[in-house]
Each structure stands twice: as structure tokens, then as C-alpha cells.
């Protein structure tokens, strides 16, 4: 697996967690990254992306000052901290790379993605 999500899991609402990406091929780091979060039944959301030098970050409204994306490129590392978090939170997320160097609220622009890793907020 190429990119490797990780940090999911349950918490209480209110709660946080910060989520993982590894990229253990590297191909990833001069190029934009995201994350995206999938509901039962549902097609695939955009949560948040960033840009190859880590500036240029984007949030879906439903997250915005609530959840936080950076990424080390040293580590070749994605990350997104979710902070207060609420029971409509609770999906699947996944990261995914960019084709280009910027990220991107579009689902079409991101060409690898990672397996996603559930996270489950109780009530």
C-alpha cells in the first residue's frame, strides 16, 4: 500500500484525533495532498487538502476550525487533527495525492489514495 492512513478510531463527541498518512514511496512529496471522508452509502467528501510546501490549506465548511491539516515532507507524512469532535464526523477517511503541486476540494484530481481508516464518534 503506497499510502498508508492510520490514527482512526472511537471517541467520545467533543473528543480529538489526528490521523495518519505515510507515503512509503515518496512520490507524494512535491505534490498536493487531501483528505476525504466517506458516510455509509454516500459518495466520497472533501475534508481538507494542502499544497506540496504545506501552505495553501482547504476545508470543507462542516470542519473548518475544527479540524487541522498539515504534512512533515521530511517524514513524507500527512496529517489532519480533528478536534471537537461530533457523532456526524463518524465516516471513513481517506488521504489521497494530487496530480498536481496544489490541493483540491475535487475528488477527479487526486490519483492515489489510501486504504482510510474508520472513525467512529459515540454520542
Known amino acids: 500500500v503506497q499510502l498508508q492512513a492510520s490514527g482512526g478510531g472511537l471517541v467520545a463527541a467533543g473528543g480529538s484525533l489526528r490521523l495518519s498518512c505515510a507515503d512509503s514511496?515518496?512520490?507524494?512529496?512535491?505534490?498536493?495532498m487531501g483528505w476525504f471522508r466517506q458516510f455509509p452509502g454516500k459518495e466520497r467528501d472533501f475534508v481538507a487538502s494542502?499544497?506540496?510546501?504545506?501552505?495553501?490549506?482547504l476545508y470543507a465548511d462542516s470542519v473548518k476550525d475544527r479540524f487541522t491539516i498539515s504534512r512533515d515532507r521530511a517524514k513524507n507524512t500527512l496529517y489532519l487533527q480533528m478536534n471537537g469532535l461530533t457523532p456526524e464526523d463518524t465516516a471513513v477517511y481517506f488521504c489521497a495525492a494530487a496530480r498536481s503541486a496544489w490541493g483540491s476540494r475535487i475528488r477527479s484530481d487526486y490519483t492515489r489514495w489510501g486504504q482510510g481508516t474508520l472513525v467512529t464518534v459515540s454520542s
Open positions: 494542502i499544497s506540496w510546501n504545506g501552505g495553501g490549506a
Open positions: 514511496t515518496r512520490l507524494s512529496s512535491n505534490n498536493g
